[in-house]
């Protein structure tokens, strides 16, 4: 029906929907699947950062020590030896919980267990060695200090404090759980049964802590009693590197024997030097 130049069509004729007219200009656009590979979130977190790493293919350009600083942390890195004198070289040797500490305290207190590198093995620290060494240092001094002031006292006659008696700690035990490591682990990579360093550090540090008691104990005015205490704790410090030491060492061949030997008589000989000097009461 058409009115006024205007054509409708009827609804009765209409049913579904009206076909589109095709273009002959018009291209179909079809979108595949994105083959994107998804990286999961590594699960290795750092104790102190708490940061996820990176994958293993990914751009690890800051993630890798180099010059100029890395993110986040403020602190330059050096390359090389240069990376040696900064302080973010040394700080996954900090990087410990005061649970792994006391674990590492009880081993080095059943020194015949012999499982104290292979528990360290793979986190070595140097925090424990640290404040066993500065400990031993302040208790040497204070407990010697008393225990001659006390001495002097009882028999009325004059005492002076002796400023030595901290200088000398600090250089025996300083001294002693860097240099003695050092020569170790040069006979050791020369007889090829190479051990890691901050290892030996680690091992020798929690092996004087028995002497934080034993100083402790010495209070006793009595001379048998101190020689017992020192020698008790010689022995468990002896018998600690030595067993600690002595599955490792198996590998350099027959002369294993006389490392482990002369490992155990120089624990022995700073057991004896510690009698003379701390342990020992002169008035």
Same mark, same amino acid.
């Given at each position: 029906?058409?009115?006024?130049?205007?054509?409708?069509?009827?609804?009765?004729?209409?049913?579904?929907?009206?076909?589109?007219?095709?273009?002959?200009?018009?291209?179909?656009?079809?979108?595949?699947?994105?083959?994107?590979?998804?990286?999961?979130?590594?699960?290795?977190?750092?104790?102190?950062?708490?940061?996820?790493?990176?994958?293993?293919?990914?751009?690890?350009?800051?993630?890798?020590?180099?010059?100029?600083?890395?993110?986040?942390?403020?602190?330059?890195?050096?390359?090389?030896?240069?990376?040696?004198?900064?302080?973010?070289?040394?700080?996954?040797?900090?990087?410990?919980?005061?649970?792994?500490?006391?674990?590492?305290?009880?081993?080095?207190?059943?020194?015949?267990?012999?499982? %104290?590198?292979?528990?360290?093995?793979?986190?070595?620290?140097?925090?424990?060695?640290?404040?066993?060494?500065?400990?031993?240092?302040?208790?040497?001094?204070?407990?010697?200090?008393?225990?001659?002031?006390?001495?002097?006292?009882?028999?009325?006659?004059?005492?002076?404090?002796?400023?030595?008696?901290?200088?000398?700690?600090?250089?025996? %035990?300083?001294?002693?759980?860097?240099?003695?490591?050092?020569?170790?682990?040069?006979?050791?990579?020369?007889?090829?049964?190479?051990?890691?360093?901050?290892?030996?550090?680690?091992?020798?540090?929690?092996?004087?802590?028995?002497?934080?008691?034993?100083?402790?104990?010495?209070?006793?005015?009595?001379?048998?009693?101190?020689?017992?205490?020192?020698?008790?704790?010689?022995?468990?410090?002896?018998?600690?590197?030595?067993?600690?030491?002595?599955?490792?060492?198996?590998?350099?061949?027959?002369?294993? %024997?006389?490392?482990?030997?002369?490992?155990?008589?120089?624990?022995?000989?700073?057991?004896?030097?510690?009698?003379?000097?701390?342990?020992?009461?002169?008035?």
């Amino acid at each position: 029906m058409m009115s006024g130049g205007y054509t409708s069509i009827d609804n009765q004729k209409v049913s579904g929907s009206v076909p589109a007219v095709s273009d002959p200009s018009h291209v179909a656009v079809k979108f595949t699947d994105s083959n994107l590979q998804t990286f999961r979130p590594s699960g290795a977190q750092g104790k102190i950062s708490g940061g996820t790493q990176p994958p293993h293919d990914a751009d690890d350009t800051f993630s890798k020590p180099g010059g100029g600083s890395q993110p986040g942390s403020g602190e330059p890195q050096g390359s090389g030896w240069f990376r040696t004198f900064t302080i973010a070289a040394y700080k996954p040797y900090f990087d410990v919980d005061t649970s792994d500490i006391i674990d590492r305290l009880k081993e080095s207190l059943f020194p015949f267990r012999g499982t %104290f590198t292979e528990k360290t093995a793979t986190n070595p620290d140097l925090y424990g060695p640290f404040w066993i060494c500065t400990t031993l240092i302040f208790v040497a001094a204070s407990i010697g200090t008393f225990v001659t002031y006390i001495a002097h006292k009882l028999k009325k006659k004059e005492w002076d404090y002796d400023i030595n008696l901290v200088t000398w700690s600090a250089g025996v %035990f300083y001294g002693y759980v860097t240099v003695v490591p050092l020569i170790l682990y040069v006979i050791l990579k020369y007889f090829s049964a190479p051990s890691g360093l901050v290892q030996l550090f680690c091992l020798y540090g929690y092996s004087l802590f028995v002497f934080i008691p034993a100083l402790c104990l010495s209070v006793v005015p009595l001379e048998i009693f101190r020689w017992v205490i020192a020698g008790v704790a010689g022995f468990m410090s002896a018998t600690f590197v030595a067993l600690n030491l002595k599955a490792h060492i198996n590998s350099a061949g027959e002369r294993w %024997f006389l490392i482990v030997t002369g490992i155990f008589l120089l624990q022995l000989a700073l057991a004896v030097v510690l009698k003379l000097y701390l342990f020992t009461v002169t008035v």
